[in-house]
């Protein structure tokens, strides 16, 4: 086990996360007998040889080293802390030219990766607006009440507000970086961070020291749709890192989901465009979330209803004359009997029955209804 | 013709809009028959004789003629003016014990009703947001410039804002009410019902005169409905009339699509719902509306697209070198060259480049991103 971790290291150090090169010799031959082949000078198919060049400035145990000094770990596939979920990553089809399962992941905090309860991811755009982050941290208090933890990437915007939430409401929250879990990027966010790896964990597949770019970003996003039970999307311009997490959420077979707003707001373009073409589900609170990602029947959603009103408690008869009675030009009994096809007494009580519980009023020249605030 | 145009009257002038027992002996004798029959005391099956006690009452003639003085015309099946799209009502399951398309419809304005150009219903709460109001402004006035009519209620709130935004975009409006077209209900929009009996057409099947009831109502949304080639609610609280609209465009296997709103607001739970159950369609602008409402290929909606980036244009090595750079922490170019997995002399060259465009910056220990506005 201890060979399989060192050379998956080392591996890791030859190129990017999400190399499609490194990841398919890892399959073909194991990551300890690829590494060996690589050292030994071996002509690989595919491989570029710029990655074999790199090999001997890399120290993986130098790297275990340091990197335990500063209390983070490197887990890899077969450990127990290995989230098996990470392993969907090989059967899906890769997304600008990167994909497939980590070969580790550095971690940094308490909590442990396979024992993540019912983990939902929540992401979205970094130039959030007020109602955004408002609604993320709901959501994820919602979540985390409810006993799911939060994934998300601790940008600036709706990522803080997801891990924000979910301590608010009590529950674990990781972050995945796209630069060494002993960084703080953005840097605003180290109190975060380091709340995180105090309290809940902090992963990457990128070593300690590592800083990040744009590809890493995008290599990152996979990892959090693949830690997660679903992906829910809160706010997204157009083009976005949140909708390519999406998009790996998709691609994993797992739910999208998306939180609408205003039409008039930037921000929640990218989430409509979302729901129109189908790719994700609308959500718009916790429990609907928890629906789609929980097991069946563990989590059912009531739907919504509106409150019971008085009139839903009326008789049959009651029920015609009040629906005979005008809204606003008050008529005699003998017309509200009329357009009720009832006769006149009973009419009559009915009014009086019905003025009793507030429904109509009596004019001096008719009766009327004695609120014209819900008409259906 | 005559008599039929006269029978229907006197027919609608017996029950209530949507009367299901009229709508089925009309259909079984013809109107003029079943007129016939009753004034001769036919003992009709299932009809209760209460709708032939007030026959005697009624006077078609006399109503027409005081209708025309209005300026009021009644339109029947048959008639040029009847739009067909009406018809499509008498396969429609009931909703609250009412259905079938109507008897006739009263009509006040220039508009023609069969010659409306791809009508489209905008509708939803009387209790709505500015956001609401303006949303379907904006939409009901796109809506127009695009060439449609815009068919609602005039009732407060969003109704309102879809015959308003009509006008302002110089297209037809035709707003269905639930009381004779003489009258105005609510009375503070009689100048906009004036309005629109100038510019565009208020209607009916309530004769002049008739006022407002709940039933009255819901029998009006399924009218709305049938006028129009599909429904769009913009707010609506959980149980409410713009539903009803929207039930009646599905019995119709017409489109139904909903304006999302900012989740937090209670007039769009409603129609978060019916997007959610996936009885609409989500919709955010105009253009969309038109592409679920008119003849295939007719309006195909652009997808949105991110403006193009500077990035966009740069050749493929500078790609890779810009990928490259970290966001933050300045790096030397040979840490550059290593990330990309490109030569030094390429990697300087390519560096200075995307300099001049502004893409990165040079610091006295290393080379970083110029932004770190998008990472993707």
Redesign the interface.
């Known amino acids: 086990m201890s060979a399989e971790r060192l050379a998956r290291l080392a591996l890791s150090r030859l190129g990017?996360p999400g190399d499609l090169r490194l990841a398919h010799w890892v399959t073909e031959l194991g990551a300890v007998q690829f590494h060996d082949a690589l050292r030994a000078g071996a002509e690989l198919d595919g491989l570029?040889t710029?990655?074999a060049a790199?090999l001997p400035s890399v120290e993986p145990e130098r790297d275990l080293e340091r990197a335990s000094r500063l209390g983070i770990r490197w887990i890899v596939p077969g450990d127990a802390e290995w989230p098996a979920a990470l392993d969907d990553l090989e059967h899906v089809e890769p997304l600008h030219r990167m994909g497939r399962a980590p070969l580790g992941l550095w971690v940094r905090g308490p909590l442990r990766l396979h024992e993540l309860p019912t983990p939902v991811a929540v992401v979205g755009a970094r130039s959030a607006t007020t109602?955004g982050t408002?609604?993320a941290t709901e959501l994820a208090a919602g979540l985390a009440r409810a006993g799911s933890a939060v994934i998300s990437g601790a940008a600036y915007g709706i990522d803080q507000a997801a891990h924000r939430g979910a301590l608010a409401g009590d529950g674990p929250t990781v972050a995945v970086l796209?630069c060494g879990v002993d960084r703080a990027?953005?840097?605003r966010h180290k109190p975060l961070l380091d709340h995180l790896a105090d309290h809940g964990a902090v992963v990457s597949e990128l070593a300690p020291g590592c800083?990040?770019?744009?590809?890493r970003?995008?290599a990152r996003n996979r990892v959090i749709a693949a830690l997660s039970l679903g992906t829910v999307v809160v706010e997204a311009?157009?083009?976005?890192?949140a909708l390519?997490t999406a998009n790996w959420a998709s691609g994993l077979n797992r739910p999208v989901m998306g939180?609408?707003?205003?039409?008039?707001s930037a921000p929640?373009?990218g989430v409509?465009?979302l729901?129109?073409s189908g790719a994700a589900?609308?959500?718009?609170?916790a429990t609907?979330v928890l629906e789609l990602t929980r097991p069946a029947g563990e989590h059912l959603v009531e739907?919504?209803?509106?409150p019971s009103r008085p009139r839903d408690l009326l008789g049959h008869d009651e029920q015609r004359v009040?629906?005979?009675?005008?809204?606003?030009?008050p008529?005699p009994p003998e017309s509200v009997a009329?357009?009720a096809?009832l006769g006149l007494v009973e009419v009559r009580a009915s009014l009086v029955e019905l003025r009793r519980r507030g429904l109509v009023e009596e004019l001096p020249t008719g009766w009327r209804l004695a609120d014209?605030a819900?008409?259906?």
């Open positions: 990017e570029n710029e990655l790199r109602y408002d609604v796209a990027y953005p840097s800083s990040p770019t744009r590809p970003f995008l311009a157009v083009r976005s890192g390519n939180v609408p707003g205003p039409v008039t929640s373009e409509h465009q729901i129109r589900s609308l959500v718009t609170r609907e739907p919504l209803r509106a009040l629906e005979a009675v005008p809204l606003v030009r008529a009329r357009t096809g014209d819900d008409q259906g």
